[in-house]
């Protein structure tokens, strides 16, 4: 099976511009998470969707949004980007739920906000 | 490729007893970091320890050290005093000089009262 995939792998903004990210999970998983990764903050929590509904969400202000498509692909979407936005955007998919749980981590995307 | 091995999927011990979380890697890079992040069921990612490749001297934070053996491409987490909550998935990642990270599977830890 293909691993996780995200796309762009790179990408670089300016402050005020708004980007979209993408997360295509393995085949058969419906749950979707995203994740920030930062030097400062280390990895932070930012939402999980499954079967097209935000299932959890984490710490972070409403620039940050997300959705999830019938297909489970998911995309990120960041508003207004500020300087401080400049991270590793990463993607899990899992298949399973609570104790059963495994997550499969993509390449993520790396952030750059000019 | 680069690799994270987690091979214990699921540890159960008792409260106040000391537990070792394995995780092995692949690189072959000199330089890199290495961490161990527990989460919880609320998703939240909580880095626990961090490991400088270039440091030979084992991180410690509190009740949780590692041991780190660069030769053996070894990064195990030990927990000392296991409290009811330290239940959670642990995983163990690898970042590269590239800023590329690579997690591995995780194990499950279940501290029973």
């Known amino acids: 099976k293909a691993g996780v995939t995200q796309t762009p792998r790179y990408l670089i903004k300016t402050r005020g511009q708004q980007v979209t990210l993408s997360c295509s999970p393995i085949?058969?998983?419906?749950?979707v998470s995203w994740y920030q990764q930062t030097p400062g903050q280390g990895l932070q929590f930012l939402f999980e969707?499954?079967?097209?509904?935000?299932?959890n969400k984490g710490n972070f202000p409403g620039r940050f949004s997300g959705r999830q498509f019938s297909n489970s692909r998911s995309e990120m979407n960041v508003s207004t980007l500020e300087l401080g936005d400049s991270a590793l955007y990463l993607c899990?998919?899992?298949?399973?739920?609570?104790?059963?749980?495994?997550?499969?981590f993509g390449p993520g995307t790396r952030l750059l906000v000019l | 490729a680069q690799t994270v091995t987690q091979s214990q999927p699921e540890m159960s011990v008792q409260e106040a007893e000391t537990v070792t979380l394995s995780c092995t890697y692949d690189?072959?890079?000199?330089?890199?970091?290495l961490f161990w992040y527990k989460q919880p069921p609320s998703r939240q990612m909580i880095l626990v320890i961090r490991?400088?490749?270039?440091?030979?001297q084992n991180a410690t934070e509190n009740r949780f050290s590692v041991n780190f053996q660069k030769a053996a491409k070894s990064f195990s987490l030990k927990i000392s005093d296991s409290q009811l909550g330290d239940t959670a998935m642990y995983f163990c990642?690898?970042?590269?000089?590239?800023?590329?990270?690579?997690f591995g599977k995780g194990t499950r830890l279940h501290i029973l009262p």
């Open positions: 690189t072959s890079e000199s330089n890199y970091y």
């Open positions: 899990a998919s899992s298949v399973g739920h609570g104790a059963q749980e495994t997550q499969y």
């Open positions: 490991q400088e490749a270039y440091k030979q």
């Open positions: 085949s058969g998983h419906r749950s």
């Open positions: 969707y499954f079967s097209e509904t935000q299932r």
């Open positions: 990642a690898f970042l590269n000089r590239d800023d590329k990270i690579i």
